[in-house]
Structure formats: C-alpha cells, structure tokens
C-alpha cells in the first residue's frame, strides 16, 4: 500500500486515488498537421523507466484533485514534484 | 476425489552450465518459459543450435515460476483464438515430446458471468470460439454446480453466477517444470543456457545489431531476440527504440495445502479473481494489475484483500484457509493487451514482450512462432497480426474484458 502525499489533503492511502500515468504528456499543438506515426507516439508511447519516474494521480475519494508527484518505480519512494502543485 | 498425483522427480541434472562463448548465431535474451521454448524450436524445427539462452538471475526465475499456471484458448478475437490455440494443441503433445511429465491437467476452466451484460459477451465469445475451431460451452448454473460443487451458486449473493464459459481443454500445469523440460531438449540438441548473465546493451552497426553487452562480457551475435517480459523496455531505451509497454505489479498468492476440493479452474471477471487448486494442495489465487507501474516485484496488500474477498464469497468453504505467501512479479502490459511478436527497426533485432498477464499459456505457441520469426527473419502467419506497427495503423487486437479477464 502507497502513502501518498495530496497537495491539499495530506497523507492518505492509495486506495483513495486513482493512478494517470506518466505526467507532462500535453495534448499535441497541432493534432490535424500530425502523421500517423506521431499520433501513434502521442496516444501510445509513455516512458516506463526503473527508477524515477513524473507521475500523476487523483485523489478521487478526497478533494478529486489531480497533482503531479515523482516516484521510484524500483523502490515506491515518492516525492512531491517541486515544479508548483497544479498539474498541466 | 481422485489421490493426490505423485510428483514428478525431476532428473538430476538437466542442463549444463557452459562459459558462454564469444559469439553466437543467436541469442536469446531471457530464459522464462518463452526464450526457452524459443530456443527449443529453433533447434528443433529450424535446425539452429548455435544458440544462447542469457539470463541475468536464474532459469525461470521471473515470471515462468510466478504465474497461477493457467492455460485456456478461450479468446474472443480470431488472431488471438488461432495463436492461443495453437499453443494449447502443443501442451497436448508435449509431454511425451519432451519425455517429462510436467502435469498438464486439462481440468476445464468455468469463466463466470455475473450480469446479464456479461451474460450476452460470455455467449457471443462462446460462438466465436465455436466458429474458430476453440471448445467453449455455455453451462447454466446447474451444470456448474456439478462441474464444482464447491462454488456459492445462491441468488442472494452480491453478484450471483448467472452461467459460465466452459472451455473443457484448458487447465493448469507445474510452470517450472514446464521450464526445465524445455531447458533440459534445448541443452541436449547444443543450446548454452547461461545464467547470472544480464544483458545491459547493445553493439550496433548501422542499422544492425551486432551483439549485446552483458555482466560477463560482449557477446557477438548474428541474430537478438528478447524474451525479457518486464524489463524489456529498459534494453530497449538503450537503442532510443520506444515501445508501448508498461510495467506493472501482477501479484497472486497461495494457501497451505489442504485435501482435493476443488477440481477445476474457476475464473471471474467481474468481481475479479481466479482460482484453481495445485497439485501439491495449495489453492492458487491471482487478481489484476496494480495501477501503478513498478518493478519493485511486490504490489500492495488492499489488492491482495479485495481479491480475496471476492474469493470468499464465491467460496465461502475457503474461510478457514490460510494464506501461505503472497508475491509479485513484474508484467509488461500494452495499450490493447496483447502481446508484440515481430521485427524491429533493427534487421536481426527481434521482439517478444507485452504478454502481460497471460502468457504463461502462450508458452509453446510463442516459442515456435518467435522461432520461425528469428530463423526466416518474417513472421510466421499466427503472429503476422502482432507487430509493432499495429500501433500506428489501427489495427489493434483489443483483448481487454474480451478475453474473459480484465487486464
Ligand atoms: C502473478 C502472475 C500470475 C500470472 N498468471 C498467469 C496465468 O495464470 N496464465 C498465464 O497464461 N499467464 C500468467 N501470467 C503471465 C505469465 O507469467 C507471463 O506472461 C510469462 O511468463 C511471460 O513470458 P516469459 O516466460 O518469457 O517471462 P519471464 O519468465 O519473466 O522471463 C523473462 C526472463 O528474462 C530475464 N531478463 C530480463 N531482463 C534481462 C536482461 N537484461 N538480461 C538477461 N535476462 C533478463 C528475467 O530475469 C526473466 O527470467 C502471470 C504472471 C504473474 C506475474
Ligand atoms: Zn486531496
């Protein structure tokens, strides 16, 4: 079980949150002008790296904000994601 | 019910532990259930005994000995129905091929359903089984209370068992086994199996692959080809190669041993688990992914309480049980969960990854199809449909919920 950190709300149990995947991952500028290997990265391709990784979660059973934290995916250590609290 | 089967003594000695030599036709990167099987039928079927088999821990140390050890063909869509399937005539026949008897018990796995929705996808996946040659029934639950008598078929449950697939042919076997039987025919027809060997990169050539780094030392190779499940992304973000997968916790978990009661498979989508009884005794229980991506190869415990208390309910008999160990390991799931079989950007480079949380089944299949697939250097027909380029065109095999679990 996590312990995860809500910017708003504190610690709570990860069975409070919903999970979003990799963080920093914009809707593209100009989807229309994208071919479709592009489309394809955009929609599919995500990092999935052993070690540190932006992630982002919900806290869908408490104030149902999103925010952004990092995390080792080798050890579960989590650290708020210094870059400002409101996910993108 | 039926004695407890004897258990097979393994040989004492099955492979040998060769220094790895400084080139080999092909290597083989991973010695789960599928780099051994692949090595296997590129000897066998293809001739190609210059092969090495690399592994960064012990044989069949990761996922192979980590799974619920289930085998069905029950897929709803035709590329997954032909390849599964395919692997399910060869579990048949393996056995006596392989001269050791890894206890392949076609038992019958029920795939419950739960709602009146599920009702309606369980019989249209039953007909499209039927139409592709896979045995599937529709049972009511009266049958079901004969096929297993020990399920809680009253109404009054939260989800009662309205019916279920029934796909006679599928079952379980001893996973480990099943690896040191491939092990042991691959070793004999020339194949190094090294050990404690990790591959941590790549040599390149243009757009070749001229070999791997590893723990031990470069090792040239004509062909590579991974079986490295989890942690396949991380050799290939070495060569800039981005694949879409992700690492998940898959976690399962037995009891102690206790008499013969429950004589067959029974899984269930909806309120999410699976369970069958080992042939030591244990009764054997998975659930889903963990949501987050991980390689810590343990996930957390309310998963572990919710899949037991859907477990509870449909098997109120294992309310006295005790949970013995619980475990995880790390699965490589992709966007329409199914697995990659294929070529790469790179010539000689090839991929077997994304089997997620179901390719323990797959285990013969893959390995004559990746065989074909390295030795010819095309896909062999069943696994034409799995490249990576599926991502791009469209063409995706979307399996998630349709074939009998959610992923
Ligand atoms: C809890 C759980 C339950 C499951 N239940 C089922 C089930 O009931 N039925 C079913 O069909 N499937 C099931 N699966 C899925 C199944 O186990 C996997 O899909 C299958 O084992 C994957 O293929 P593999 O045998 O090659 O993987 P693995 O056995 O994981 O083989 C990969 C090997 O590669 C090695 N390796 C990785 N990186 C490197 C490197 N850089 N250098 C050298 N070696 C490396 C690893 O150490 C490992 O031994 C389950 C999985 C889990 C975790
Ligand atoms: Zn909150």
């Known amino acids: 079980m996590l312990l995860i950190h809500c910017p708003w709300c504190g610690d709570r149990d990860e069975t409070e949150f919903h999970y979003g995947g990799q963080a920093h991952v914009d809707y593209p500028d100009n989807p229309n002008d994208m071919g479709d290997a592009d489309w394809a990265g955009y929609l599919f391709l995500r990092d999935n790296p052993r070690g540190l990784f932006h992630e982002r979660w919900s806290h869908t059973a408490g104030c149902r904000r999103w925010f952004n934290v990092v995390r080792d995916t080798a050890t579960n250590e989590i650290h708020p994601e210094t870059a400002g609290k409101v996910a993108p | ?407």
């Open chain 2, 1 to 407: 019910m039926a004695p407890l089967p004897v258990q097979p003594q393994p040989p004492p000695r099955l492979w040998r532990s060769p220094e790895p030599k400084r080139h080999y036709e092909v290597v083989i990167v991973g010695s789960g259930g599928h780099g051994l099987a692949t090595a296997y039928y590129l000897a066998r079927n293809h001739g190609i005994r210059d092969v090495a088999v690399l592994e960064r821990g012990w044989l069949a140390g990761g996922n192979m000995a980590r799974n619920t050890t289930i085998i069905r063909s029950n897929y709803l869509f035709d590329e997954s129905a032909a390849l599964y399937n395919h692997a399910l005539d060869l579990w048949e026949q393996l056995p006596a091929e392989l001269e050791y008897d890894f206890l392949f018990s076609q038992r019958g796995v029920l795939n419950l359903a739960h709602t009146e929705q599920e009702v309606r996808d369980s019989r249209r996946r039953v007909f499209a089984n039927q139409l592709n040659g896979v045995d599937a029934e529709w049972v009511e639950p009266a049958e079901i209370a004969e096929l297993c008598p020990i399920l809680n078929l009253s109404e009054d449950i939260r989800y009662p068992v309205l019916g279920a697939t029934l796909q006679r042919r599928g079952g379980i076997a001893k996973h480990d086994h099943v690896a040191w039987a491939f092990a042991r025919k691959a070793d004999e027809m020339g194949v190094d199996l090294i050990q404690g060997c990790e591959v941590t990169g790549f040599e390149t050539d243009g757009d070749r692959v001229t070999g791997v780094q590893t723990s031990l030392g470069p090792i040239g190779a004509g062909r590579v080809a991974l079986a490295a499940a989890g942690r396949t992304t991380l050799l290939t973000d070495t060569l800039g190669l981005r694949l879409p997968l992700q690492s998940h916790p898959l976690q399962a978990l037995v009891s102690e041993l206790l008499e013969p009661i429950h004589p067959c498979v029974v899984m269930s989508n909806h309120v999410h688990v699976y369970c069958s009884q080992a042939h030591k005794g244990e009764l054997v229980l998975g659930a889903g992914i963990d949501t987050y991506n991980g390689y810590g190869q343990r996930g957390s415990v309310h998963v572990i309480e919710r899949q037991m208390a859907a477990a509870l309910e449909l098997f109120p008999i294992f309310a006295q049980a005790h949970v013995i160990r619980t475990w995880a390991g790390t699965v490589d799931v992709t966007p329409d969960a199914s697995p990659i079989i294929g070529p790469t950007p790179y010539e000689n480079l090839f991929l077997n990854c994304g089997w997620g949380t179901g390719g323990f089944k797959a285990t013969p299949g893959v390995g004559w199809v990746y065989a074909h697939t390295i030795a010819t250097g095309r896909p062999h027909p069943l696994n034409e449909p799995y490249g990576l380029d599926r991502f791009t065109t469209g063409a995706l095999i979307d399996e998630h919920g349709a074939a009998a679990v959610a992923h």
